[in-house]
């Protein structure tokens, strides 16, 4: 394996759309979604583990989840989990994983990616991720992967890139030299459109889903922060001497909390202009919602997906059903309903408000405090 690959790993959400499963103190992403035997995380683990160096591999999350992080990759050692002690969004916490990467290989090349999606074909992933490594390795650019859409999402971000005609009529000027039909420069990212939006995208054929994993030099993310995010910069790189030593948790738990709340995309790849799209050849999903995880089953005839329960279903179909241990569930005449059993917690919930799950908690917590979080 090439010893410059690196990959950062973004496992500090809550998932809070996968409720009562995914808890503050037990997110989904330390969950078997899928029934498959791995978490989320091991399987984002095992998916990079086969293109970069297992030490390579750094997993960013709260400090409250470092015990079970490293209980659920063993192939790990602590030095490797770069922990946040205040939510900051995406964009210091990339900037300080870039930091300390590229201050431990100056040549490094950086993937993140979030911890909790579903990719199927792992061999077409990592013909992806090795063209792009390739490209950054070579250019000055900041590249993402682009997922092509199947149907008109509105809960999806959308990169736009250039057409094959604007590809054509560039290809003289030496800023596009990168530029081929699988990478393109990104005209501009678009907020979660609504449908009809979305339905125009779709028709235009040169927008994609933002899949949210990305692939750079650490040189050039960490050169973007400098000129885009400048503050951040200054702020992180006074502690440079302090990284990747016994320093550098008193470093970050007296300057991080002063970064500002902001994300990699609204903080340097809607402003820079080195910004790149591959388009992805495998398929995808952000498990987001149970609906999501649905999806993405197997079914049975009547379309209800089942992850560890038994059944006994009968005039029932378009179900998501799941129990955190083997048990028995009995559905009679219910249709289009996620049923979630989880210990001290049970929800019936209809699957077409499975969006509303997170205002939910509020009312959770209104009535019940903090028990059931």
């Known amino acids: 394996m090439n010893k410059n690959y690196y990959a950062v790993i973004m496992a500090g959400g809550i998932g809070s759309r996968f409720w ?3 808890t503050q103190e037990f997110p989904k992403q330390f969950h078997d979604m899928l029934g498959s035997g791995e978490t989320l995380l091991q399987k984002t683990f095992s998916r990079l583990n086969k293109i970069i160096p297992s030490e390579n591999i750094y997993i960013l999350t709260n400090e409250r989840y470092l015990e079970i992080t490293l209980e659920q990759l063993p192939k790990i050692s602590e030095k490797q989990m770069v922990l946040e002690p205040a939510m900051r969004n995406t964009a210091p916490c990339i900037l300080l994983s870039a930091l300390k990467i590229k201050k431990e290989n100056p040549n490094a090349l950086m993937l993140v990616a979030p911890s909790d999606h579903w990719i199927e074909d792992e061999l077409a992933f990592s013909k992806d991720v090795q063209e792009c490594f390739d490209a950054a390795e070579k250019e000055d650019i900041l590249l993402t992967l682009g997922i092509k859409p199947t149907f008109p999402n509105t809960g999806f971000g959308y990169i736009e890139s250039t057409t094959e005609t604007e590809l054509n009529e560039a ?15 990104v005209k501009q990212f678009r907020e979660k459109p609504d449908y009809e939006t979305a339905k125009k995208f779709i028709a235009a054929g040169n927008f994609n889903w933002n899949a949210g994993i990305f692939i750079w030099s650490a040189k050039s ?10 503050e951040m910069h200054t702020l992180f790189s006074k502690g440079n001497e302090f990284l990747n030593t016994d320093k550098e948790k008193t470093f970050i738990e007296e300057n991080y909390s002063a970064a500002e709340n902001i994300s990699i995309d609204y903080g340097i790849l809607e402003k820079a202009d080195n910004v790149y799209v591959k388009k992805a050849t495998f398929d995808w999903n952000d498990l987001g919602t149970w609906g999501a995880l649905h999806d993405k089953l197997e079914k ?14 009968e005039n029932s179909k ?17 249709e289009d ?3 979630v059993d989880k210990e001290d917690v049970l929800l019936v919930f209809p699957k077409d408000k499975e969006q509303e ?8 917590s ?4 903090k028990k059931y979080l």
């Open 20 to 22: 009562p499963v995914s």
């Open 318 to 334: 378009n179900n998501m059903i799941f129990t955190s241990s083997k048990k028995l569930v009995v559905l009679d005449g219910i």
């Open 300 to 313: 049975d005839n009547f379309n209800n997906s089942v992850v560890n329960a038994d059944t006994l279903i």
């Open 357 to 364: 799950i997170k205002e939910l908690l509020k009312d959770v």
């Open 366 to 369: 209104n009535k019940f405090g």
């Open 221 to 230: 993310i960490v050169s973007s922060f400098e000129q885009y995010l400048g």
């Open 337 to 339: 309903y996620i049923v």
């Open 171 to 185: 290809e003289e000027l030496d800023s596009q030299k990168v530029a081929t039909k699988n990478i393109t420069k």
